[in-house]
């Protein structure tokens, strides 16, 4: 059974770069999987904003794409995810999860961490 | 990108009701769609998948159905433990979400 569990500031200052990173346990990150981070702010829905596969290759949302990145540590089993010039409306619970590189839908996911933005 | 609308974005309904989630597609996604329930301070859970296929372990009262640009979940008998959040998630082209129908107890 896969577990993921993100770690990384709990605040973040506007501008400045919000920084998280995966665990994974339970397999390997070279497996079949893209490896993503979805967000979801307070009461509202959930937004997906990228993923990385082992090889490095990525797939970003298009609306976050010039102020993320997202890189795979195949040494730790870890990825992390940067998002740069945060403003309020970045506040949300971000989360990891991933997805069989075949099947394609999110079967496992990390608890979340909520990431405030303010000053 | 492909937009996903799902409605209604919330209902009340009582145990024992018969429910019915709409989701709709942009443009043909074949049958990549994905049915998602998330209950307060959790992640997502995945329902159903590729439009149709009930994961292990998820009641047999969960149903999805359609293709192309119209699916529907559909939850035969409510119980207590169904009242949610639910979402569709395309997976045809780079994941996108509908915008969630929340399940409330009437």
């Known amino acids: 059974q896969m577990q993921l569990q993100e770690s990384g500031p709990g605040l973040v200052k506007p501008s400045e770069t919000l920084s998280l990173t995966c665990a994974v346990s339970?397999?390997?990150?070279?497996?079949?999987?893209?490896w993503s981070w979805v967000r979801q702010p307070p009461g509202k829905g959930v937004e997906w904003i990228g993923e990385?596969?082992?090889?490095?290759?990525?797939n970003y949302n298009a609306s976050l794409k010039s102020r993320v990145t997202i890189s795979v540590d195949k040494s730790k089993n870890q990825f992390s995810m940067k998002l740069t010039s945060v403003a309020a409306a970045d506040t949300a619970v971000y989360y990891c999860?991933?997805?069989?590189?075949?099947?394609?839908?999110?079967?496992?996911w990390g608890q979340g961490t909520l990431v405030t933005v303010s000053s | 990108d492909i937009q996903m609308t799902q409605s209604p974005s919330s209902l009340s309904a009582s145990v024992g009701d018969r429910v019915t989630i709409t989701c709709r597609a942009s443009?043909?996604?074949?049958?990549?769609l994905n049915w998602y329930q998330q209950k307060p301070g959790k992640a997502p859970k995945l329902l159903i998948s590729?439009?149709?296929s009930l994961q292990s372990g998820v009641p047999s009262r969960f149903s999805g159905s359609g293709s192309g640009t119209d699916f529907t979940l559909t939850i035969s008998s409510l119980q207590p433990e169904d009242f949610a959040t639910y979402y569709c998630?395309?997976?045809?082209?780079?994941?996108?979400f509908g915008g969630g129908t929340k399940v409330e107890i009437k």
């Open positions: 999860a991933t997805k069989n590189y075949d099947l394609r839908h999110f079967n496992y």
């Open positions: 339970g397999g390997s990150i070279t497996s079949r999987n893209w």
């Open positions: 990385v596969y082992h090889t490095g290759s990525t």
């Open positions: 443009q043909s996604i074949s049958i990549y």
């Open positions: 590729a439009a149709s």
């Open positions: 998630q395309q997976s045809y082209s780079t994941p996108v």
